[in-house]
T-cell receptor, first 115, second 114 residues
Framework: DVKVTQSSRYLVKRTGEKVFLECVQD?????MFWYRQDPGLGLRLIYF???????EKGDIPEGYSVSREKKERFSLILESASTNQTSMYLC??????????????FGPGTRLTVL | GENVEQHPSTLSVQEGDSAVIKCTYS??????FPWYKQELGKRPQLIID?????GEKKDQRIAVTLNKTAKHFSLHITETQPEDSAVYFC?????????????FGRGTSLIVHP
């Protein structure tokens, strides 16, 4: 059974703080993704990684960075948190399939509030 | 316009009715089209997917159809039940830079009234 875990379910930070969100998967998936989910906007891709130390920008990378030092772990970093980054953050992983990504398995999400 | 458009944003049906959610996409090279269901407070989970070499796929009460020429695909749920109430997301592989990335629609909130 695939398991994707995220370091926190709820997080409250202050404007300007550096924030780390961590995601771990146990299925040896090549691909890992970070999304933010906001009401009415669906799931928007921030960054993804298809291999260790590799990263690609998604649709909304501004204000975020990522790190993938090990295959099972993908971190999202907010260098200087701002109130407009208050959101639900979802991590996902998948094998590389025929379409460059296959079924995605999501983590439980981290609800981040920036005050 | 958006790379993946999804309609309607809200769908309200009576138990036992059918529900149809439609998505259109922009990239004619897209070849993988999954549908995810997200129940309240839970993570999205894949319910059905289709690849570009297939026109239709069915799994019990759920079916997905794909029209590559028109660049649209649809989710069909028959004999809806209250437990089908959730937000449904379509997605397509859209080229961005040198990579294909999963791009989601904005979601459809399905409400099934008992």
């Amino acid at each position: 059974d695939v398991k994707v875990t995220q370091s926190s379910r709820y997080l409250v930070k202050r404007t300007g703080e550096k924030v780390f969100l961590e995601c771990v998967q146990d299925m040896d998936h090549e691909n890992m993704f970070w999304y933010r989910q906001d009401p009415g906007l669906g799931l928007r891709l921030i960054y993804f990684s298809y291999d260790v130390k590799m990263k690609e920008k998604g649709d909304i990378p501004e204000g975020y960075s990522v790190s993938r030092e090990k295959k099972e772990r993908f971190s999202l970093i907010l260098e200087s948190a701002s109130t407009n980054q208050t959101s639900m953050y979802l991590c996902a992983s998948s094998f590389i399939g025929q379409g460059y990504f296959d079924e995605q398995f999501f983590g439980p999400g981290t609800r981040l509030t920036v005050l | 316009g958006e790379n993946v458009e999804q309609h309607p944003s809200t769908l309200s049906v009576q138990e036992g009715d059918s529900a149809v959610i439609k998505c259109t996409y922009s990239d004619s090279a897209s070849n993988y089209f999954p549908w995810y269901k997200q129940e309240l407070g839970k993570r999205p989970q894949l319910i059905i997917d289709i690849r570009s070499n297939v026109g239709e796929k069915k799994d019990q009460r759920i079916a997905v159809t794909l029209n590559k020429t028109a660049k649209h695909f649809s989710l069909h749920i028959t004999e809806t039940q209250p437990e089908d109430s959730a937000v449904y997301f379509c997605a397509a592989s859209i080229k961005s830079g040198g990579s294909y990335i999963p791009t989601f629609g904005r979601g459809t909130s399905l409400i099934v009234h008992p």
